[in-house]
């Protein structure tokens, strides 16, 4: 069993991360009417907001508020009563919706960043978490805006199968994810067609998932709000949206859940931790996530490796802990192989309240080392790390879902 080399590194953990989290909060300035968040700590938020490339690609530091970041970083921050954030998060970016629903996912106090690309749908699950732990019944005024910002999703980015689609790789937040790039790229050939970012072409798992656990939200907060009207309504989406996932997503030959070609209806058979989020979501049904869970994420020959859970199965043939990207290519980081703190967290929330518990603790530990010993060693954070080495990778100063990791700690201290 993996353990810290200190007891008390756990409470230094939760202190470098306190301290410096609070570094990551902003007040309110320019189009940003409420405090925000950037993923990077210790920056001065927006300073590149003139500049033709943002210093996330050259220096690996996130100077805007990012749509998924903020939603996790706000939730974490609840576990040191910094309860205000999950409320003003979601106002800021209900504040930029557009009429038709559209949100941008990456805003800064004077720009507006990756044009076109919509804010992760991350919203309601945030808003409820924070409503299950708060209480707070002012939430619920944003319940109207909420099913306007989802209704885009479904009037822009819904396949005729009733599945959706993200508008490119970029949009889906996972860069360089390669079970939602371009089949033929994922080829191990390099050729002229390197680097093309298909457009809606992709039936994903990931934003389906997403998709569900907003729906579910929306169920949720519907009945508490006594409108039993948008309450029915996504009870359906929800009901829906599970049994397609499970009916076009699910490829039975290799017992494991694959994006799908629109026009081709061919598997993408690459195995992305984006791939197991129907585990994570309770859209499979117990048999299959305990075959899932033994068979792919605790399997050492595929995503359980020596510092956590790796962001992409080991028996890849493009399987990789790169700094960033593949080929060289300009890609922002690396989800090829490296292990990151959100996939692990997602997953551990999950197993934790499974008979795979004892599990969960030794990769919370392995990921809580891993964090541990580059702060001791460098100084700060990383946004992912070697997989196999614990080595930093790319983005120093990374606090954004890192944050997680006090869930990480509450787990195994308690346990």
Not at 3 to 28: C, G, Q, W, Y
Not at 35 to 57: H, K
Not at 129 to 138: A, I, R, S, T
Request: some cysteine; proline content about 3%; overall charge neutral.
């Amino acid at each position: 069993m993996v353990n810290l080399k200190a007891e008390n590194d756990f409470s230094k953990l939760r202190e470098f991360i306190v301290n410096n989290a609070k570094t990551s909060i902003h007040k309110p300035s320019g189009m940003l009417k409420y405090n925000y968040v950037t993923p990077t700590c210790n920056v001065e938020a927006g300073s590149d907001d003139q500049s033709n490339v943002s210093l996330r690609s050259t220096l690996g530091h996130y100077l805007q508020m990012y749509d998924w970041d903020a939603c996790f970083f706000s939730q974490a921050m609840t576990s040191i009563d910094i309860n205000y954030l999950i409320e003003d998060v979601i106002a800021n970016f209900l504040n930029l919706k557009h009429a038709d629903g559209y949100i941008p996912r990456t805003v800064s106090p004077n720009r507006i960043w990756d044009t076109g690309d919509m804010c992760k749908p991350f919203l309601a699950q945030t808003l409820l978490f924070g409503y299950e732990k708060l209480k707070n019944q002012n939430y619920f005024k944003y319940i109207n805006d909420l099913d306007c910002y989802l209704t885009f999703y479904e009037r822009t980015r819904l396949d005729k199968s009733g599945l959706y689609t993200w508008r490119n790789v970029l949009e889906s937040g996972v860069d360089n994810n390669l079970a939602l790039i371009w089949p033929i790229e994922a080829s191990k050939d390099e050729n002229k067609d390197i680097g093309i970012f298909p457009d809606s072409q992709l039936l994903a798992v990931d934003l389906n998932c997403y998709l569900y656990e907003e729906f579910r939200s929306m169920v949720i907060l519907a009945k508490v709000s006594n409108n039993n009207e948008l309450a029915s309504k996504y009870t359906h989406k929800a009901q829906s949206l599970m049994a397609k996932i499970n009916n076009i997503l699910y490829d039975t030959k290799e017992k494991f859940y694959f994006n799908v070609e629109r026009k081709s209806q061919e598997f993408v058979r690459i195995k992305s931790w984006t791939n197991l989020l129907p585990v994570v979501y309770n859209i499979a049904d117990n048999m299959l996530s305990n075959s899932i869970i033994e068979n792919f994420i605790l399997n050492t020959n595929h995503f359980n490796q020596n510092s956590g859970l790796s962001s992409m199965s080991k028996a890849e043939v493009l399987y990789n802990q790169a700094k960033r990207g593949l080929y060289g290519r300009a890609i922002v980081s690396n989800w090829q192989g490296p292990m990151w703190i959100l996939p692990n967290a997602l997953i551990l929330r999950f197993l934790k309240n499974t008979n795979y518990k004892n599990e969960a603790l030794v990769i919370a530990k392995k990921v809580l080392n891993t964090v541990w010993n580059n702060i001791k060693t460098n100084g700060t954070m990383y946004e992912n790390y070697n997989a196999h080495t614990g080595e930093a990778l790319w983005a120093p100063q990374f606090m954004s879902w890192n944050s997680l990791c006090l869930e990480l700690i509450d787990f195994v201290e308690n346990n």
